[in-house]
Nanobody
Framework: VQLQASGGGLVQAGGSLRLSCAAS????????MGWFRQPPGKEREFVAA??????????YYADSVKGRFTISRDNAKHTVYLQMNSLKPEDTAVYYC?????????????????WGQGTQVTVSS
């Protein structure tokens, strides 16, 4: 499975960005896709995840982004989006798309099977 992330950039505090992550290759009919981020000088941290096939919303968020970020999926396009609103300077980080074969959300990076390249998000104050 290959993951291609896009959509990062520079934005002022309070602004919005949308990240996209397209999966290709041997995409499965289940599993989880999500986003992590790594702020400068810090560990990689969980941001949000969505179950690939779910009758409900199946979305999970870190407390720091709840109410501001929304993760969504387009199963036909094998693509996951992260809409980021009300951005803050502390959201500045390299954002990574990730996928996990097992349909269970875990927040530890080492439990995810596939990673895309990072995309830089910079929020100026």
């Amino acid at each position: 499975v290959q993951l291609q992330a896009s959509g990062g950039g520079l934005v002022q505090a309070g602004g919005s960005l949308r990240l996209s992550c397209a999966a290709s290759g041997r995409t499965s009919s289940g599993g989880v896709m999500g986003w992590f981020r790594q702020p400068p000088g810090k560990e990689r941290e969980f941001v949000a995840a969505v179950l690939i096939w779910s009758g409900g919303s199946g979305a999970y968020y870190a407390d720091s982004v709840k109410g501001r970020f929304t993760i969504s999926r387009d199963n036909a396009k094998h693509t996951v989006y992260l809409q980021m609103n009300s951005l803050k300077p502390e959201d500045t980080a390299v954002y990574y798309c990730a996928a996990r074969a097992t349909q269970m959300v875990v927040t530890t990076p080492h439990s995810w099977n596939y990673w895309g390249q990072g995309t830089q998000v910079t929020v100026s104050s």
